[in-house]
């Protein structure tokens, strides 16, 4: 039996397909666009609340005695950490300062030119410190930074693998920080490369509570 055969009852134009490519186009430029406009307003608005030159934070120079002693404090705490065996170690902000001096390079570079605590906030659950971050421009291509100075709230965080620290705050004098770049910021991890650089990686990964005291942080190798 024969296949009855459909006969087309529409015209066909070739306009047809012109028409949706034309229309993919636009899509795809009005995307481009979007994402263009997004990037421009978003440096512009960081432009407003950084700046050209760096500031130092700490002129201060740690002594090998000052080094030393806090070493000799961290190695037994550290070797119970090592062996998972109970142990309490409390940090000063001093203590807290001298450790973000000696510090290796976490891959990513080192804090000292970037964070100094200056206090601790029981009461928010945060370490308060002067910050000076380096931020790329738009024009990355230059090499050229600017430089987010502020007062920044770290919250100390166990996870998983070890502890961490997390910007949530960042406050200007006189300017307003946009809420969705502070959220971008928390992103980044400020003690977990560390985790992966031996044996500070075992002695970060043991430690399983942290908690904030009017002088600074106190470090234990049991849970709460």
Same mark, same amino acid.
């Given at each position: 039996?024969?296949?009855?055969?459909?006969?087309?009852?529409?015209?066909?134009?070739?306009?047809?397909?012109?028409?949706?490519?034309?229309?993919?186009?636009?899509?795809?430029?009005?995307?481009?666009?979007?994402?263009?406009?997004?990037?421009?307003?978003?440096?512009?608005?960081?432009?407003?609340?950084?700046?050209?030159?760096?500031?130092?934070?700490?002129?201060?120079?740690?002594?090998?005695?000052?080094?030393?002693?806090?070493?000799?404090?961290?190695?037994?705490?550290?070797?119970?950490?090592?062996? &998972? *065996?109970?142990?309490?170690?409390?940090?000063? /902000? %001093? =203590? +807290?300062?001298?450790?973000?001096?000696?510090?290796?390079?976490?891959?990513?570079?080192?804090?000292?030119?970037?964070?100094?605590?200056? &206090? *601790?906030?029981?009461?928010?659950?945060?370490? /308060? %410190? =002067? +910050?000076?971050?380096?931020?790329?421009?738009?024009?990355?291509?230059?090499?050229?930074?600017?430089?987010?100075?502020?007062?920044?709230?770290?919250?100390?965080?166990?996870?998983?693998?070890? /502890?961490?620290?997390?910007?949530?705050?960042?406050?200007?004098?006189?300017?307003?920080?946009?809420?969705?770049?502070?959220?971008?910021?928390?992103?980044?991890?400020?003690?977990?490369?560390?985790?992966?650089?031996?044996?500070?990686?075992?002695?970060?990964?043991?430690?399983?509570?942290?908690?904030?005291?009017?002088?600074?942080?106190?470090?234990?190798?049991?849970?709460?």
């Amino acid at each position: 039996m024969a296949n009855p055969e459909k006969d087309p009852t529409g015209e066909f134009s070739s306009y047809y397909g012109c028409y949706i490519i034309a229309m993919a186009a636009l899509v795809f430029i009005g995307i481009l666009a979007w994402s263009g406009w997004t990037l421009f307003s978003q440096d512009k608005a960081i432009s407003l609340i950084t700046q050209d030159q760096i500031v130092t934070l700490s002129t201060d120079q740690i002594s090998p005695e000052t080094e030393k002693a806090l070493r000799d404090r961290l190695a037994p705490f550290a070797e119970a950490a090592k062996n &998972r *065996a109970p142990a309490t170690i409390d940090l000063t /902000i %001093a =203590d +807290l300062n001298t450790l973000i001096q000696i510090a290796p390079d976490s891959g990513f570079g080192t804090y000292r030119e970037m964070v100094r605590i200056t &206090r *601790a906030d029981p009461a928010t659950g945060r370490l /308060i %410190a =002067d +910050l000076c971050l380096p931020l790329k421009k738009l024009k990355f291509w230059e090499g050229k930074m600017r430089y987010l100075v502020a007062e920044g709230g770290f919250q100390i965080a166990i996870e998983a693998d070890g /502890i961490d620290a997390k910007l949530v705050s960042v406050q200007i004098p006189g300017k307003e920080v946009p809420e969705g770049f502070v959220n971008n910021l928390q992103v980044w991890p400020w003690i977990a490369p560390y985790r992966k650089q031996e044996p500070l990686g075992t002695l970060l990964k043991g430690i399983k509570s942290a908690t904030l005291t009017p002088e600074g942080l106190r470090l234990s190798t049991t849970q709460p």
